[in-house]
Nanobody, 124 residues
Framework: QVQLVESGGGLVQAGDSLRLSCAAS????????MGWFRQAPGKEREFLAS????????NYADSVKGRFTISRDNAKNTVYLQMSSLKPEDTAVYYC?????????????????WGQGTQVTVSS
């Protein structure tokens, strides 16, 4: 059974940092690109960051470039999203996802497995 379980969300103040984790099971994690997305109320799901299967390739949305860092530990079947300089507009449910290929991808349609999401709320 495929599972992606996000953790690390919560309520923080503007300017704070937060690290999200996503633990994967039920598939060969080290063979797939991984990504992070978010969805705020009333908005479409937004791509944030992606990483290739070995972690050698990454890509970021302009809205988070320089503030967020994606990484992975294949030994632990876990992908991370380190977030810094958080802003109120970063408030959303954050999702991790596994791609259908080893490379990193930016489109939601290229991801086949999704977690249930974790809430991040940034107060001003």
């Amino acid at each position: 059974q495929v599972q992606l379980v996000e953790s690390g969300g919560g309520l923080v103040q503007a300017g704070d940092s937060l690290r999200l984790s996503c633990a994967a099971s039920g598939f060969t994690f080290s063979n797939r690109g991984m990504g992070w997305f978010r969805q705020a109320p009333g908005k479409e799901r937004e791509f944030l960051a992606s990483i290739s299967y070995r972690g050698t390739g990454t890509n970021y949305a302009d809205s988070v470039k320089g503030r967020f860092t994606i990484s992975r530990d294949n030994a632990k079947n876990t992908v991370y999203l380190q977030m810094s300089s958080l802003k109120p507009e970063d408030t959303a449910v954050y999702y991790c996802a596994a791609a259908n290929v080893p490379a990193q991808r930016t489109l939601a349609r290229d991801y086949v497995y999704w977690g249930q999401g974790t809430q991040v709320t940034v107060s001003s």
